[in-house]
């Protein structure tokens, strides 16, 4: 049988904490999950409606996450038509000014690209909007 220490617990808990500050990514809300399922006690197991409640958290907060990045993404396309400012990595040390009318809306590398008249940046680098 695998016995894991407490401390090895709390300290996955502390590190959660710090990193997050009150906030689990889905990957992490599952991987405590398993966690707390692969060491509970055989003897008093977790009861059925603690695992449905915890199942169910998971998928809110799955569904939120999504619904989130559905309306970050949907905010791109009222930027069409909008002089954009912001920043665009000109290598790994130096970031670049651009600006321009947005032309189009793609996705690129799970990102939203604003693309102009010759340039391109990141939805998540603008830094000014205006008619």
């Known amino acids: 049988m695998n016995v894991v220490s407490l401390e090895s617990n709390s300290n996955i808990t502390t590190n959660v904490k710090k990193e997050s500050a009150g906030t689990l990514t889905s990957d992490e809300f599952l991987n405590v999950l398993i966690t707390q399922l692969k060491n509970q006690n055989p003897l008093e197991p977790m009861n059925d409606v603690e695992y449905i409640t915890q199942v ?3 998928s809110m907060l ?3 996450n999504s619904l ?3 309306f970050y993404e949907s905010k791109a ?3 069409i038509g909008k002089n954009v400012m912001g920043t665009v990595n000109v290598n790994e040390n130096e970031t670049q000014m651009v600006s321009g009318q947005v032309r189009s809306v793609s996705y690129v590398n799970n990102k939203v690209l604003l693309n102009m008249d010759g340039a391109s ?3 998540e680098n603008v830094m000014d909007v205006s008619e």
Do not use: A, K, P, R
């Open 62 to 64: 799955d569904g939120i």
């Open 77 to 79: 396309l009222d930027y």
């Open 68 to 70: 989130n990045q559905e």
């Open 56 to 58: 169910v958290q998971f």
């Open 121 to 123: 940046i990141y939805l």
